[in-house]
């Protein structure tokens, strides 16, 4: 599928991928070569791993974290997979998702580590944030950090890689300069330092990879995704800011990677080390308060479903 | 034309105007009461006039600067209007400027002062364009500005007032943001303090209402007013920010107003007052080189058109 006869920008072969961010155009080969180059050097521009590191890989079945995950892999790190089950919606994008993530840890011949947020938690999502009135995503998203971040301690990785790309990072940080929230921009860094035994080091490899441009590669590549938004994100406001950069690219081509890049240039350092040095006194995990966000979460959830239980005894 | 049954928030009569950002329905008549008062809390809250005070109004014929116009007059301001003709394109859009401009002097019985860019400059802007290598709209803009300040300082007003309002601020604010343009986020600020036979002090009182609360306000009350938008505006960047900025309030209302007024309270206070001791050896204007950006513009285009005649003269 050569496009308008066009030659591709490193080679001189035919093309198959537009780059406008670029100005460039990509055989399929080359556009594997752009892409894991554009990995190496957000790693090494940002601090991520030193070379041949062990990482675990955040896989959720989408484009992106499956070519993180081969990528790091291209790139000599000890990379396994870590696919956290969410169990939103009716399972069939929780299972297309599982799928996808086995199919990539085949082909790779790595080691994909399965762990379930309900089962971990006791509860769904579902239940949690009706118990502490709080939005679907908002707890979702708490969640996952907590569990993630609990699961790639418990298997000894120090290092968790998500597949979060220059759009997502872009439209958060749109997102956070509009609604000023400064603690957010604070930690706007694609690398975040973690602390032994209490934060893995979080890193972000593809932040200078366009969405459009993971997704040629992932086709280039003929893997079978995940596709799909989340079925739960009704209520969430970053796809408006995930439109509007896409709109703003679109009408002036560079613009987020000037915008995204060029936030952290001005910015200059990565924000502070986390300082944690009190635990939950339920789970032992870094906390400000005497209790931790989510064990605060599962106690009101828990008492929920006792009230809920006792009144229907009371019913009976 | 009433909407849906509604009431006017304000008087329970029949609603006619729908603003979504302050979730509110108004009459005709409340919809001027809400516009006058959103402009009075504006004059206040950025120290823009003190009662009474003589202020020249740049109207353009569009239905922002008329509605600026008459509400600085309902408002006891002694408004006086300058229509600054800028002579673009094919002339039908000067000339319907110019129009719906002394209408609107007519019906205020207020003085409107005419001035002519090209008159003023000796050239048209594309000639300067030309000459200066520089693009369309950014010479049009440093000699619109240049002029505006020249006509209210030889008018003998202190203060020009603009009809820029919430989403060309916010729009601007969003630009400046994304491209990180500190000297101008440094700037931005709805009321610039002025310095006596330097710079005329420059507001915008419509810094809180949205373009289409004044298009409401506009068709309220009957106006003609000059439509569409400059015919020379295509490379202009600012209507895509302008674009993002809408879509992101049609999803989320109250967006823009809360991302430009939270933006102005974090920073808190006003920028600096301009310190220009120097002159422009030829105009006599302020300038920060011993020749102002306008005079040599005009210099390079007085050069390039004696050139032209020169090898006219040769050919002939």
Same mark, same amino acid.
């Given at each position: ?20 961010s &670029? ?7 080359? =556009? !594997?070569?752009? +892409? $894991?180059r ?6 090494? @521009? ?36 870590l ?7 009716d ?11 086995q ?9 994909l580590?399965l762990f379930?947020m ?5 509860f ?12 679907f ?5 708490t969640?996952?950090?907590y569990?993630l971040?609990k699961?790639c ?11 979060? &790309? ?7 940080? =749109? !997102?956070?300069? +509009? $609604? ?7 930690? @706007? ?65 560079g613009?987020?990677?000037n915008?995204y ?12 080390k ?9 789970c ?7 209790e ?6 599962l ?9 809920k ?8």
């Amino acid at each position: 599928m050569n496009i308008d006869g066009m030659k591709c920008s490193r080679c001189r072969q035919p093309a198959q991928h537009r780059l406008p961010s &670029h100005n460039a155009r990509f055989c399929d080969k080359c =556009l !594997g070569i752009f +892409v $894991r180059r554009q990995a190496e050097k957000a790693i090494k @521009q940002f601090d991520m791993l030193v070379p041949g590191q062990k990482v675990l890989v955040a896989v959720s079945g989408g484009k992106d974290s499956l070519a993180l995950w081969q990528v790091l892999l291209e790139l000599g790190y000890r990379a396994e997979g870590l696919h956290l089950a969410l169990e939103l919606g009716d399972g069939k994008f929780g299972e297309a998702s599982l799928e996808a993530s086995q199919a990539m840890a085949q082909r790779l011949e790595a080691p994909l580590h399965l762990f379930n947020m309900a089962e971990m938690a006791g509860f769904g999502v579902q239940e949690i944030a009706w118990a502490n009135k709080r939005s679907f995503c908002s707890v979702c998203g708490t969640l996952k950090r907590y569990y993630l971040n609990k699961a790639c301690l418990d298997l000894g990785f120090e290092v968790l890689a998500t597949g979060h &790309h220059l759009d997502d990072e872009a439209a958060r940080l =749109l !997102g956070n300069l +509009v $609604r000023r929230h400064q603690r957010y921009l604070d930690n @706007q860094w694609p690398t975040l330092e973690g602390a032994p035994g209490a934060f893995a080091k979080k890193i972000k490899p593809l932040c200078r990879l366009r969405g459009a441009e993971l997704k040629s590669y992932a086709k280039s590549q003929g893997w079978s995704v995940a596709k799909g938004a989340c079925p739960r994100s009704k209520g969430a406001t970053l796809p408006y800011y995930t439109e509007a950069v896409r709109m703003l690219e679109e009408r002036m081509p560079g613009t987020t990677i000037n915008f995204y890049l060029g936030y952290l240039e001005d910015k200059g350092a990565p924000p502070a080390k986390p300082e944690m040095e009190a635990r939950c006194s339920v789970c032992g995990m870094p906390s400000f308060a005497e209790e931790c966000t989510i064990c605060r979460f599962l106690e009101n959830t828990r008492k929920r479903e006792s009230t809920k239980r006792d009144a229907l005894k009371d019913q009976g």
